[in-house]
């Protein structure tokens, strides 16, 4: 999905970045630029996202000026405010912003909450489902806003945590990722914490992708990775 920030804290903005495209989306920076509009006009994103300190004089004057603009009227936008009360955050929504989130925050929490404007957009119409980033493998597509997962175009149902861990590894195919680094991009583990949570939730969704589960490979003594499947003899060379 195409996001872009706009803010004059470079320095975080360039970190809200590296998170998204960590994600698979594709992100543009809007610093210190004159013409705000003008740019989101010429190449108008998915979502916005506004952070403070904010270019403009105020943010909610921005706020009431963008949604006067037939193309903006609808695209998803949060406000993310450094240490902001409550207080201040109802004043954006009620200027049009649909989210907010203070600092400092959760990276998962803000994902999250990026992810489910995104989904909102596509049920609602916004967003084409043809335009969702997607993930395919084999028999296996995940589409990463809506959180679909299909196995030869036969939708599997996955909890949360099973998706994500799906979509961690297929980001990444033919990647050895180790135990702890899931744990982490996962669970928000400590390496301090005893846990055979991952190999429970790695059983669990080979089992429901059928045929397809052997791709979720173990490495033994390291952790687990995603392979792509070998070609049929039919489809090599002679």
């Known amino acids: 999905m195409h996001i872009t920030i706009a803010g004059d804290d470079e320095k975080f903005c360039a970190q809200i970045q ?17 013409h705000v509009l003008e740019a989101l006009r010429a190449e108008p994103p998915h979502l916005l996202i506004i952070v403070k300190p904010f270019f403009h004089e105020t943010l909610t004057q921005f ?5 006067e603009v037939p193309p903006m009227r609808r695209m998803p ?28 925050f959760n990276p998962q929490i803000f994902l999250a909450r990026v992810r489910t404007l995104l989904r909102r957009a596509v049920m ?35 909890t949360r945590l099973e998706f994500d861990l799906l979509a961690h590894l297929m980001k990444s195919p033919e990647r050895v990722f180790k135990r702890q680094e899931l744990l982490d991009a996962i669970w928000n ?35 687990y990775c995603f392979k792509a ?10």
Not at 229 to 238: N, T, V
Request: glycine share 10%.
């Open 229 to 238: 499947p070998a070609p049929s003899s039919a489809a090599r060379k002679p």
């Open 189 to 223: 583990y400590p390496d301090t914490v005893e846990t055979r949570t991952l190999d429970k939730h790695v059983e669990t969704l080979r089992r429901k992708l059928g045929p397809a589960g052997t791709m979720v490979a173990t490495v033994h003594g390291v952790g």
């Open 77 to 104: 936008v949060v406000c993310v405010n450094p240490k902001g009360g409550s207080s201040e955050g109802v004043k954006y929504l009620e200027a049009g912003a649909d989210d907010f989130i203070n600092r400092p």
């Open 18 to 34: 590296k998170l998204l495209e960590e994600h698979n989306h594709k992100v543009a920076v809007l610093a210190r630029v004159g």
């Open 124 to 158: 609602s119409g916004d967003i084409r489902e043809e335009e969702i980033t997607a993930l395919r493998c084999g028999a296996v597509e995940v589409k990463l806003v809506s959180r679909q997962v299909s196995v030869s175009g036969k939708p599997v149902v996955l």
């Open 63 to 67: 706020l009431h000026v963008l949604r």
